[in-house]
């Protein structure tokens, strides 16, 4: 009898409906380097735009250049741990690192086409006009992931993070231009402003 069922069982199967199961347990269940990638990029992100601001500033120094190499080369050593520290997802999660350079090749291709605005307003003008449109596209990459993950049944929390990340994003983009306290820092804001929602975004889904 038991090696009848034994027979009856397909091993394939039985894997692939486990890994469902296991992606319907939501990201940071399953998969924690989700969510510890949330501090990690925004570290990252608040430290680069804050160097590219004293770059725009000050002009190239070597300082600045070591500055930034260093900051880029420790945030990819940071996730590549994070990725060799844990499997992948198995029930095909969106890659996020594919999604990463998606959202980058939006803002390159943005900031080409407007090479030519940019090259007839003032420098203030363009930093703002640079400011708004990438913030429009990264956030728009943000909540188009956040609806995204709905359709592998990942927990709210972690799908909600991304929504409000990205609408963070646009509204902190679009108020920059407003904020004279921010003049000639708008980059730095800009980064800083990102850097405090992914903390958060980790202390709350850690907490969770």
Known sequence: MAQNVSDDVDPDRLE?????????????????????FWIVEGVCTGLLFTIVQFWLREGFRPWIAVAFAG?????????????????????????????FVAVLAGVIALV??????FESLG?????????????????????????????Y???????????????WIMVLSAAIPYIPAFEGWEYAAFGIGIALHHVATYVALFRY
């Open 112 to 117: 080409v086409g407007l090479r030519p605005v």
């Open 16 to 36: 692939a409906e486990l890994a469902e199961i296991k992606g319907a347990m939501g990201l940071a269940s399953d998969h924690p380097y989700w969510w510890r």
């Open 123 to 151: 420098p203030t003008n363009a930093v703002r006009l640079a400011i708004v449109a990438a913030g429009a596209v990264v956030g728009v990459g943000y909540v188009l992931m956040g609806q995204l993950l709905a359709a």
């Open 71 to 99: 900051v880029v080369g420790c945030c990819e050593l940071a996730k590549r741990r994070l990725r060799s520290s844990y499997e992948p997802p198995a029930a095909g999660l969106p890659s996020q690192r594919r999604w």
């Open 153 to 167: 049944d990942v927990r709210p929390a972690d799908r909600y993070a991304f929504v409000v990340g990205g609408a």
